[in-house]
């Protein structure tokens, strides 16, 4: 069915900067097409100082809510006049669903994450051993999701002990005593390396255009029952993954995560719920 923006469409967006590159107005879109949604998504880049003008300009319009990306995630927080746990927790907001006038901010990163996890990998993270290497935003919400969810041990691993320091205690503090924290020194990172079921790298280490880069700057040889999953998409097999693959452990990149988080914010904004079908064949003909 092709869509018509009519006077009755109502609005979606993401606001964040810069956002010229981002995927989410075509998913989104494509999802509102194939439900026959009369929702239309768009992208706004916000100047920095702007984001409180930007929040009451979108209150004001009414929308029906948006996504919230790099470097707005936490500076929404204030502006907001509710959170979910999860988000409280994580400190992080991407998505904000518009209930009569009251914003309230969700993290489907985390959730996006988990489901795409379990969607490749069939394993729940309960009891597991868990090495997340890095402590920003998309550190958060892996560590918070895995601790919510049973994870037996969370371990973050950072170049700023700080901020490793900062989520094991958000854990600890708050979920369960499961969580610690320690820099990527090559002896300490080896035993937890050696030591962990699932390893996550949520740095970008990486990422295009580094694809020769990886979180770990020494040789290891995992093990095969181990599972490593990387935030990055682009290439698909980083390589941090490609390390794994060789030793024949289970490997999952963020292009999973990155479609889920949408998947569930789309839910959040129509309370709609997108069939399992029909996000998979989303995520398999997208360009
Ligand atoms: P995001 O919100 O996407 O998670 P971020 O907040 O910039 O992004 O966090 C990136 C994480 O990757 C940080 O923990 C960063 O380490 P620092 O906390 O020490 O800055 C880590 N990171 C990025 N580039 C890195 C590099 N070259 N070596 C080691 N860690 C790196």
Redo the contacts with the bound molecule.
């Keep these: 069915m092709e869509s018509q923006i009519t006077g009755n469409t109502k609005v979606i967006c993401l606001i964040g900067n810069p956002v010229e590159h981002t995927i989410s107005p075509t998913l989104h879109n494509n999802i509102s097409r194939l439900l026959g949604e009369d929702l239309i998504y768009t992208a706004f880049r916000v100047e920095p100082g702007e984001l409180e003008n930007a929040v009451k300009g979108l209150k004001a319009l009414n929308v029906v809510g948006f996504n919230v990306t790099?470097p707005y995630k936490n500076d929404i927080i204030p502006f907001l006049d509710e959170l979910s746990t999860e988000a409280k927790l994580i400190g992080a907001v991407n998505t904000v669903k518009n209930v009569n006038g009251r914003l309230i901010g969700f993290n489907t990163d985390a959730e996006g994450f988990s489901m795409s996890f379990k969607e490749e990998t069939g394993i729940p993270f309960t009891g597991k051993s868990i090495a997340v290497i890095?402590?920003?935003?998309?550190?958060r919400a892996v560590a918070v999701k895995t601790a919510l969810e049973g994870a037996g041990k969370i371990t973050v691993i950072?170049?700023?002990l700080t901020?490793a320091e900062d989520i094991a205690d958000i854990i600890n503090n708050n979920i369960r005593e499961i969580a610690a924290s320690c820099t990527p020194e090559e002896n300490a990172f080896r035993r937890i390396l050696e030591d962990s079921d699932i390893i996550i790298n949520?740095?970008?280490?990486g990422m295009f255009p580094k694809v020769e880069t990886s979180p770990l700057d020494f040789p290891f040889k995992f093990n095969k029952d181990q599972i490593l999953y990387d935030v990055v998409y682009n290439p698909a097999k980083t390589l941090f993954l490609r390390q794994g693959e060789q030793a024949g452990c289970k490997t999952v990149n963020g292009l999973g995560m990155l479609f889920y988080q949408g998947a569930k914010a789309y839910e959040i904004w129509t309370e709609k719920s997108l069939s399992h079908d029909l996000v998979i064949s989303i995520f398999r003909d997208f360009p």
Excluded: E, I
């Design positions: 790099v890095g402590a920003g935003g998309a550190a950072n170049r700023t901020k949520t740095t970008s280490l």
